[in-house]
DNA sequence: TACGTGCAGGAAAACAGTTTCCGAAGGTGG
DNA sequence: CCACCTTCGGAAACTGTTTTCCTGCACGTA
């Protein structure tokens, strides 16, 4: 094995006959050199293989270049929209990112937080997998942190989140412009705010239309196919003439697809159907293809990590909470409505 | 803002009356000291909330105690079980993961690979997407490299994969224990390597029951629940008589359901149906619940990290393929046949 | 010839720890 | 009473890089 100890600026200084300061200076084009002797340490850095330590360029300048995405979620696959985004952001600056996932367990949040606090990490994203208030990361005062989904109490702390009311209003105004009018909604835990406000985008709309929620009520369930099969079935034995269902997910649609069909129903000739997440595999592979509201978890990745690095140089950031618009994703579900079924 | 400078050995040690020394040995309960001595300087630690900084401790000891994970497949959902294992695997070390993304992009892996070097991480982890032999990593001599899935092209590298082959066994041995005799197989694209693997293993325990594939041919296709609901057809039109589907993933075999469905065929009354990925959101929703092969991407992972780590504290590791193998999830797409449907 | 001036590059001090070596106490035995 | 050993803790060197300061040296001018 070759094990040969990797080159340091010593090593690239004595090669080309300089000291290490004007390796350095050489290498970063800094202070006063003659032109000849830049080529000179250059060519024995590259003879050499040298790539400076970056331990110790941080050690020297206080700054890492590292992020950490504190998550809940690594399961799920919000994380991965989110990931994408956050790395879009990053990616352009040589930020490279510490991934820690703390299964929800605070006691592995603490510990992560105490180790990113060692590593002085530049910054913290924190990423939850619903929206709600949860305790500040317990961090070294100095690190700036965004939160992300999920916010923190303190109202001095950045967030950006998705635009849960947003998304139920287009999703509404959609169903209403293609001509529905007796719509249900399906969706998850009334214990979560992200449900309930979908809903309330949705029923805002409604209301402005002077309609209201078919079956009376909003189904609120769990996020499973299943329950979607199911709810479907009691929304349609208390409305009947529904002619359209916004879900609050897409694998709640697909639940309400699968129903519709068994009944003999069609989407979107008789009921329109639309989810909620764009969640692909699941979206595009329902037959017919969901129409479906995007939350845009890649924006909102980006932004926060824009953001953080917006901190990290200083600039001042002003605490709140930044929501990212969702858009429709449209697909086949919510088509053209059959004038004559 | 509080912008107070975080404290250095050098704070604690004032602190605590004592050298820096003194606070090096007291805190890592190294050298002699007494003990009133050790607490007081722990006292002083705790009081200034004192964290070592990591750069400093890497720098000196040569151990980053960084791993990285450079993946193609950060959107796909094989990435998420896979890093759960790893961070099984490291997690008890202390060991943090940067989470590089290229994107299929070998600039972007040339690059990831040039900061990880720099960053002196300790080992690094080549996750592929797909089963296929690729080349070795790009980086410093020295560092210790496991590849997973794709395996380096590189014989003495190690490298730890799915049991494809091992996979479409088990999946077989089943449907026969169970009464089948008349298996279709429906899978992805014949370019790649896992799948004809899956189908390998399938077909040799066809052969040595003496039997031969339904429909005379493996249906190679495309990744989707539209290519299963088309190849179940035309498996169907091919030989009407069949009485299980093994597909080659969950997403192929919830389109043949759907098909099987439409054509007032029971399952698993008629067919049993086998998907392969348990990909949890996908086989649970399904109606019913599929049994699926489930690849073990989280023991991949954890055995790929725990490799790593042996070869980081210098341990010999012998190149060539560790294969995990897969196992069974048994749900009700597979259940019992119905004697008289 | 003496004296600024500016350029090129070296020496050394940071950065924040760990570790090795060494010296000063204090206690013990001859 | 002195030599010696142990115990404790300090000083300094070291990790690899950047940066600040400083020193030669060549050149131009008076």
């Known amino acids: 094995m070759s094990q040969q100890r990797v080159p340091t600026v010593r090593d690239v200084a004595a090669r080309a006959g300089v000291s290490v300061g004007t390796v350095s200076k050489a290498l970063n084009n800094r202070g006063q050199l ?51 985004g956050v790395e879009d952001a990053l990616g352009a600056d040589r930020v490279s990112v510490f991934l820690c996932d703390t299964r929800d367990d605070p006691i592995r949040e603490h510990h992560h937080a105490e180790t990113l606090d060692e590593r002085r990490v530049d910054g913290i994203i924190v990423a939850g997998r619903r929206k709600q208030t949860r305790a500040p990361l317990a961090v070294a005062s100095g690190v700036p ?43 998850g835990p009334e214990r979560f705010a992200d449900p309930r406000e979908r809903a309330a985008g949705l029923c805002q709309v409604l209301d402005d239309a002077g309609l209201s929620l078919a079956g009376g009520q909003v189904f609120y369930g769990e996020w499973s196919e299943d329950w979607g099969r199911r709810a479907a079935e009691m929304l349609l034995h208390a409305a009947p003439d529904t002619d359209a269902v916004f879900c609050g997910s897409d694998q709640i649609a697909r639940g309400v697809v699968e129903t519709l069909r068994d009944r003999r129903l069609r989407v979107p000739g008789d009921i329109a159907v639309i989810g909620f997440d764009n969640w692909e595999p699941m979206a595009a592979g329902c037959r017919p293809p969901l129409t479906t509201v995007d939350p845009n978890l890649r924006e909102v990745g980006q932004v926060a990590a824009t ?7 200083g600039q001042p950031v002003e605490g709140g909470v930044h929501t990212v618009p969702a858009w429709l994703m449209l697909r086949e579900s919510t088509g053209v409505r059959l004038i004559e079924p």
Do not use: K
């Open 145 to 187: 942190v965004v939160y992300v989904i999920a916010q923190s109490s303190d109202p001095a702390d950045f967030c950006v989140t998705t635009d849960d009311i947003g998304g139920g209003i287009l999703a509404a105004r959609h169903l209403l412009a293609s001509g529905r009018t007796r719509i249900g909604h399906i969706t």
């Open 307 to 313: 953001r953080l690095l917006d901190m990290i140089a």
């Open 34 to 84: 003659r032109e000849e002797t830049r080529a000179r340490v250059v060519a024995a850095a590259r003879e050499l293989g040298f790539r400076p330590n970056s331990l110790a360029q941080s050690l020297q300048s206080g700054r890492t270049y590292t992020v950490a995405v504190i998550t809940t979620d690594r399961f799920g696959r919000f994380g991965n929209p989110l990931m994408l």
